[in-house]
């Protein structure tokens, strides 16, 4: 496995090496009961939403008469069925974008170091990948390669979903937890002792393949956030074979969504150096969220489906975003020797103990976006996520449950990470932590939360 070895510090860098750093920021009842939810309610979910969006005109309501009347039957018949094309989709799309990750050039780029002294390195090329992707993609379509849209394929759009679960759940969730027992690819791995906590939260930090393979960067960046991609071009497709043209709203509604997607992979760098990545395990929790939940929730108001005024508002939204988090970065490259919004920024300088006791020195920065709350980049995500579902208008609920989902998500993602900084026994910044609240004293949302 390729690991720098280095003693500098960046703010993201995990917690620890052992299953010690899973400490719980809930109580065991809650965090236990939430799991196995999660592990359970999960999957079905997904096929309702798609049930409910495709063939109840996103009506919670029929969705339930139908589910009343039927009972379990009804919802063994609405489960989809195997078909051998979906494999096969699913496969060459997983193979395709694995040689794409592999193969293609880019810079290299080291991540956060660990407590054990790793410094993953990583080949930055995903904005080349998504680029290869959305074109051979269209290039495809547009060539008749595809006779029919992926959402007509036999067995349908729920078909893919299906094997998407096999898929993640097969190959994708239990090669890390197997890989963790028997060959972990680095120290920062462990086990609990409990192989259901093993399989939700993961037990390996940076788990690859051979030497170069890097499986949360393919599960998260190149599969995950593709497939969010590519769905929404399949669903402006599929609208354009039904009808002859494709609608504002549906324009709309993709146009946002690939910005968003194109700035996520031209600051993919800098997501390398986030919680997802630089913290949680590969497990059930990122890997089936990434492979299945993020491409089939992330994207369902376009498997529902006014103007200018919310295309422009989206992109305001999805630039703002991406200048918190290029602020950030930029701070952390000149080590606070730049700019924010025209001059020098406000930091603290917070020194820690490693799991291995080495003092380390981390800045935080306190002005420009981040001075104004400790996670601010995730309101204008929030809103991002509201403007381009606006478009499917307000006749139902469900369109909107994506950004019902995220606001939960970031929520509680702020909260984790303020326990894991604030935590002495996480060896993370404590009493500097709280002079930083002290200076800025909202997590979210400024004047308010």
């Known amino acids: 496995m390729v690991f720098a070895q280095s003693s500098k510090d960046l703010e993201d860098d995990p917690r620890g090496t052992k299953m010690v750093d899973a400490k719980m920021v809930h109580s065991p009842i809650i965090t236990y009961a939430s799991m196995l939810s999660l592990l359970s309610l999960c999957p079905p979910f997904v096929i309702l939403l798609w049930y409910t969006m495709v063939h109840a005109d996103g009506s919670i309501y029929q969705t339930f008469d139908y589910l009343r009347q039927h009972g379990l039957q009804g919802f063994i018949d609405v489960w989809p069925?195997?078909?051998?094309?979906?494999?096969?989709?699913?496969?060459?799309?997983?193979?395709?974008?694995?040689?794409?990750?592999?193969?293609?050039?880019?810079?290299?780029?080291?991540?956060?170091?660990?407590?054990?002294?790793?410094?993953?390195?990583?080949?930055?090329?995903?904005?080349?990948?998504?680029?290869?992707?959305?074109?051979?993609?269209?290039?495809?379509?547009?060539?008749?390669?595809?006779?029919?849209?992926?959402?007509e394929l036999p067995g349908?759009?729920?078909?893919?979903?299906?094997?998407?679960?096999?898929?993640?759940?097969?190959?994708?969730?239990?090669?890390?937890?197997?890989?963790?027992?028997?060959?972990?690819?680095?120290?920062?791995?462990?086990?609990?002792?409990?192989?259901?906590?093993?399989?939700?939260?993961?037990?390996?930090?940076?788990p690859r393949i051979g030497k170069n393979f890097d499986i949360k960067v393919f599960t998260n960046c190149r599969f995950g956030m593709m497939s969010w991609a590519v769905l929404a071009v399949t669903y402006c497709i599929k609208q354009y074979e039904a009808n002859g043209e494709v609608a504002d709203s549906m324009l709309v509604n993709t146009a946002l969504m690939l910005i968003y997607v194109t700035k996520f992979f031209w600051w993919e760098a800098g997501y390398w150096n986030t919680m997802d990545i630089a913290h949680d395990r590969a497990g059930f929790y990122i890997c089936w969220g990434c492979l299945v939940w993020v491409p089939s929730i992330y994207t369902s108001p376009g498997m529902?489906?006014?103007?200018?005024?919310?295309?422009?508002?989206?992109?305001?939204?999805?630039?703002?975003?991406?200048?918190?988090?290029?602020?950030?970065?930029?701070?952390?490259?000149?080590?606070?020797?730049?700019?924010?919004?025209?001059?020098?920024?406000?930091?603290?300088?917070?020194?820690?103990?490693?799991?291995?006791?080495?003092?380390?020195?981390?800045?935080?920065?306190?002005?420009?976006?981040?001075?104004?709350?400790?996670?601010?980049?995730?309101?204008?995500?929030?809103?991002?996520?509201?403007?381009?579902?606006?478009?499917?208008?307000?006749?139902?609920?469900?369109?909107?449950?994506?950004?019902?989902?995220?606001?939960?998500?970031?929520?509680?993602?702020?909260?984790?990470?303020?326990d894991r900084c604030r935590s002495n026994k996480a060896q993370r910044y404590g009493k500097y932590w709280k002079l930083y609240c002290e200076k800025v004293p909202y997590r979210i949302l400024p004047g308010i939360y």
């Open 304 to 418: 529902y489906l006014l103007s200018l005024y919310i295309l422009v508002a989206g992109i305001l939204c999805i630039y703002i975003n991406y200048d918190c988090d290029r602020q950030r970065q930029e701070f952390r490259r000149t080590n606070g020797k730049c700019l924010i919004w025209g001059k020098a920024p406000s930091k603290i300088v917070a020194s820690y103990t490693t799991t291995s006791g080495e003092t380390k020195s981390s800045l935080l920065l306190t002005s420009g976006w981040w001075g104004l709350s400790r996670h601010f980049h995730y309101v204008p995500e929030i809103s991002a996520a509201f403007f381009w579902t606006v478009p499917a208008l307000f006749n139902h609920f469900l369109p909107y449950f994506y950004v019902v989902f995220l606001t939960i998500l970031l929520l509680d993602r702020a909260k984790r990470d303020d």
């Open 81 to 151: 069925r195997p078909t051998a094309i979906a494999w096969k989709i699913i496969a060459a799309y997983a193979a395709f974008e694995a040689a794409l990750q592999l193969l293609l050039p880019g810079r290299r780029v080291e991540g956060p170091i660990s407590p054990a002294g790793n410094k993953p390195v990583y080949k930055a090329n995903g904005l080349a990948a998504y680029a290869v992707t959305l074109i051979t993609y269209l290039g495809l379509w547009c060539g008749f390669v595809f006779l029919i849209p992926l959402v």
């Open 156 to 206: 349908g759009f729920s078909s893919l979903l299906e094997k998407k679960f096999c898929f993640s759940i097969g190959v994708w969730d239990i090669q890390p937890c197997n890989r963790g027992h028997v060959a972990p690819s680095s120290t920062d791995s462990g086990s609990c002792g409990n192989i259901i906590i093993d399989f939700y939260w993961g037990m390996e930090l940076y």
